[in-house]
Structure formats: C-alpha cells, structure tokens
C-alpha cells in the first residue's frame, strides 16, 4: 500500500501546546513553552539525537519497544490497524490502543488515514527512520545464519514454465471439450494432474498463494489470463503461438516472479517484501548455498508484534519464497517442524544448438534431461506424447503424436530431421521407427474435408463457357466435376454479379448443395 512520508515538522505544527509540551516533556526538552514554532523546532531537533532516542527505548514497555520494532522494519509501508490485529496479541491482555499512544506521545510514530481513507494508518517519521535502524535492527535475527541440512527437502524447479508447457502440449495432443459453464470437467483434470510437477509439492503453497485454490486451478487460471488458451468449437486448445508465449512470460524466473506473485496474492508491503528477499537471495548466491532458516527470515521482516507473531505475517514470508520455489529459485526442506529455505541460481538449462542429450529407443520410447531447452521441449510436445515427468523426460512416439505433428505444419521429413540432430553424431534413429514416420507420412493427406465455394451448372458445356469468360475465369480455381467449378473462398457477392452481367438467372444466394442432388433428372452430366 501506498503512504505519505510523515515529516516531524508540518506534523507537530498541527498540535495543540499542549500536546507538544507533553512530547518535549518526554523527551526532556523544556523552556520553550513560550513560543509554538521554536517548541516544534525545539522537538524536531531534540528527537533525531542518539542520546535522546536511546533514553527513549530505556523507559519505554517492553510490549511499546516490540511494536516500535516492528515499525522500524516496516517503515516503507503504511501500517493500517488491520496489520496489528493479532489474537495471540489480545488473549495476552495488551492495550493496542495504549501501546500506539505511548509511541505517538514519544514524537517517534504518527497517525493518518490509508489511501482509501478507510483505516488509519500509522507510520514512523521520516527524520527518526534512520536513528531508530541504526539502534534496533541489529538486534533482529541474522537471516543469513547457516542451519544443518534438513533431513527432507524438496528441489526448487521452473514448474510455472514447465507444466503452462505440459499443458498446452496436452490440449494439443487431445481436443478436450469444455462443459456448458465453460470449464473442464473434474475427469479430464484428472487425466491431466499426474502430468503437472506441481500437484507434488503444491502443500507447500501458503493461503495467501494459493488462496485455496489447487495447483492445477492457479496454473489454468494464469494460462487463461495470459491469453495462451483459447476456445475452438466447443473445445479448449492452446491459444497461436502460445508455446513461444509461455516460455517469453516465465523463461526469465526473476522477470515472472512479481507477475506470478502479484497475481496470486498481493498485499500492503508485498514489494517492500519481495525486494528484502530478492537482497538476502543475492548475498546467498554469493556466498553459497547453506540452508537458511524461514522463521529468523520471517522475524527479520515481521519482528513479533506484543504477543506473538500474526499467522498472517508469517505466512505472507512463506509465500513469497513458495513463489521462488515454484520457479526454481529456492529449494524448501523441513527437519520436524522447523522450515528451511536454500537459495540457488537459476537453473542452467541445455542450449538450443547443444545436440546428443536425447535418447530414442526402439520400443519408440524417448529419454531426455529435465533441462532440455525449452524450445526443444515444445517440439517433443508437438510432435511425441509425454509419458511421465521426474528427474527425466519420458515421451513415447506414436501414430497419433506423429499425425498431431503434420496437422502442426511437421511433415515426415522434418520430424525424421529433427531427431537425427538431436541424437547427435553418435546415435541414429531406430531403423523400425524411422520407417513407421515414413510410412504415416506417406498416408497423410489422402483424405481430406473441404468447404469450397462451387458454381454448379446444368451442363459441362455451360460450365466451360463460364469458365473460359473473363467475368468469371478471375474468380476460378479450377474443376471439381465437368460442371462443377470452384471458386476463390468469398467471391461468392461478385460472382453473381458477374454471372448476372453475363445475362445468366443465377440462384440469388449460396445453397447447401441440397437442391442439386436431383439435377441428373434435369439432364445434367452424371457426376463420376
């Protein structure tokens, strides 16, 4: 959420003489009762001193020391009364209210409204945000403290990218029709899951993430977003070009991460946090990767409010680095109930013109790494039919996958092409597969719909006169039968119009070939 700097100055000059001699009193600023100006002036200055800050926290409550703790660390954000609702808060018998008061008539803490002017919002001033950090933050918890390896801990990995891609090369193999409300049925998704990394660990996604929505629900949801699905006559497939698409949007995992996490589940502070943990990721990446505890992470950034720390606040923390998670930039363990985080680089992924990390088998099975190039991974998704997904890529070649890749524009030919490339020099495909590409090859096309535009005549000779005419001949394709002519898709206004020109009684609109099944009764030629 947006704030306004609270600044010492234009704030206190707000105050009644009262309220400010009570502050100077505070803080030990007196004999300047006598003027309203020189007694803000006298504040202002006193205020920001070390020696008065210091004095400031000796006297204050324990409970008004960790609340001011907690505005030092968030001091970038506009803290409404909603932030501080803590239960744990309350049962423990503290006065929010009093605590509030006690900082706000120490000069350290102002109050406003929120920018929709539905909460009053608290903030520190600005003049007093860099002598209360210089004093309190180094007592926080070190996030960077290194922790034993946890016994249990799951690898981060680009899951977005990689299951949107599972995905649309799913809708590409099989046509799946959508349900009147528009949404696919629960025995499709079904079919699905198994497929997508990110049903296996989605129990480490966080409310504030997941919303309670499950893995597949999220990725369907920011697929449809992203314009990379779309409807086709009842059926849902991936949207033109939705494949480069997926890898534009998610290829670069730092780029997504704000997309991704926004979309999810933003809050008042999210970049503050975002940014925090971006920093600690950097310096871990530096300096190696330790295992990090997520509860010192989560102190760092929410220092415990009087009470106890909010679930909220703590689970807002686990959000954000189930964001990294899920775009392979962390990996998450447990020991007991103690959680872990593991910072790491983006995953290195096999060039585009690196060759020789796929394996085809005989039994048409294909074996490749987790980080083929992506691009390569699109065209196995077009071409053959994903089995499973772990360490491995497993894929299967079959009729089907081959012929789902002619209809994509990959003829025999350059399927054969593409493999014997990626096999490298070493390997060469099966001699049984090989021959089974070519002979599916050779059998596509053989049959064929078609919605031409055809002029039907009575006669083959009057066909050929039409034909022959320079009215018409512009707007011909060819012969389908003796006489029957086609005609370029749309031409169907100017050819009557030129038919009509010509002195020929055309039918005035464009039939469903019905009224022409009979016309061998008429004396037309027979149809071969």
Not at 62 to 76: D, G, H, I, P, T
Not at 192 to 217: C, D, M, N
Not at 464 to 480: A, T, V
Request: net charge negative.
């Amino acid at each position: 959420m947006e704030k306004t700097p609270l600044h010492l100055l234009p704030y206190f000059m707000q105050k009644s003489i009262d309220e400010l001699q009570s502050i100077a009193s505070r803080i030990g600023l007196y004999g300047l009762q006598n003027s309203k100006q020189r007694l803000v002036s006298g504040i202002a200055q006193k205020i920001v001193q070390r020696t008065t800050l210091e004095r400031l926290l000796a006297d204050l409550e324990e409970e008004a020391c960790e609340l001011l703790q907690f505005f030092v660390v968030r001091s970038e954000v506009a803290i409404v009364s909603q932030d501080l609702q803590n239960p744990a808060w309350r049962a423990a018998g503290s006065d929010r209210g009093f605590i509030l008061s006690e900082l706000m008539q120490c000069g350290l803490v102002g109050i406003g409204t929120d920018e929709n002017r539905m909460y009053h919002s608290y903030a520190l001033f600005e003049e007093v945000k860099g002598p209360l950090r210089a004093l309190m933050l180094p007592n926080l918890p070190d996030p960077l403290a290194e922790q034993p390896a946890p016994k249990n801990f799951s690898a981060g990995t680009n899951t977005w990218l990689e299951d949107t891609i599972t995905l649309l090369g799913y809708l590409h193999r099989d046509r799946i029709p959508l349900m009147k409300s528009g949404e696919l049925s629960q025995r499709e998704i079904r079919k699905i899951l198994p497929l997508l990394r990110g049903t296996r660990t989605e129990e480490l996604a966080q409310e504030p993430v997941s919303g309670g929505s499950s893995w597949f629900a999220r990725l369907f949801r920011l697929a449809h977003g992203a314009g990379l699905l779309c409807e086709q006559e009842g059926s849902l497939v991936p949207g033109k070009k939705a494949f480069q698409a997926a890898i534009n949007l998610f290829g670069s995992p730092k780029k997504a991460l704000d997309r991704i996490l926004s979309m999810e589940g933003s809050y008042p502070g999210f970049e503050t946090d975002l940014k925090c943990i971006l920093n600690l990721h950097r310096k871990c990446c530096r300096k190696g990767s330790a295992w990090l505890s997520v509860e010192s992470l989560q102190n760092h950034m929410y220092p415990p409010l009087p009470g106890g720390q909010p679930a909220q606040n703590q689970q807002r923390i686990s959000a954000i680095l189930y964001g990294f998670f899920s775009l392979g930039l962390c990996d998450l363990g447990h020991d007991g109930e103690d959680l872990l985080w593991r910072p790491h680089p983006e995953l290195e992924m096999i060039p585009e013109d690196s060759f020789g990390f796929i394996h085809l088998q005989p039994n048409f099975e294909i074996v490749a790494p987790a980080n083929l190039a992506w691009e390569s991974r699109v065209v196995l998704e077009q071409i053959a039919e994903l089995i499973s997904i772990d360490t491995l890529l497993n894929y299967r070649i079959t009729r089907d996958s081959v012929y789902r890749g002619f209809c994509s524009g990959w003829s025999a030919d350059e399927q054969i092409r593409w493999y014997t490339r990626q096999l490298g020099d070493k390997r060469t495909i099966p001699q049984n597969v090989h021959h089974s590409i070519e002979s599916w090859g050779i059998g596509y096309g053989r049959i064929g719909l078609e919605t031409p535009l055809l002029l039907v005549c009575e006669t083959s000779m009057l066909a050929d006169d039409i034909y022959h005419s320079k009215e018409i001949s512009q707007h011909c394709l060819g012969y389908l039968a003796p006489h029957i002519l086609i005609l370029k898709a749309g031409s169907e206004k100017a050819a009557i119009d030129s038919l009509q020109r010509m002195g020929h009684l055309p039918h005035p609109d464009v039939g469903d070939g019905t009224r022409w099944i009979h016309s061998g009764d008429r004396g037309a030629d027979p149809v071969d």
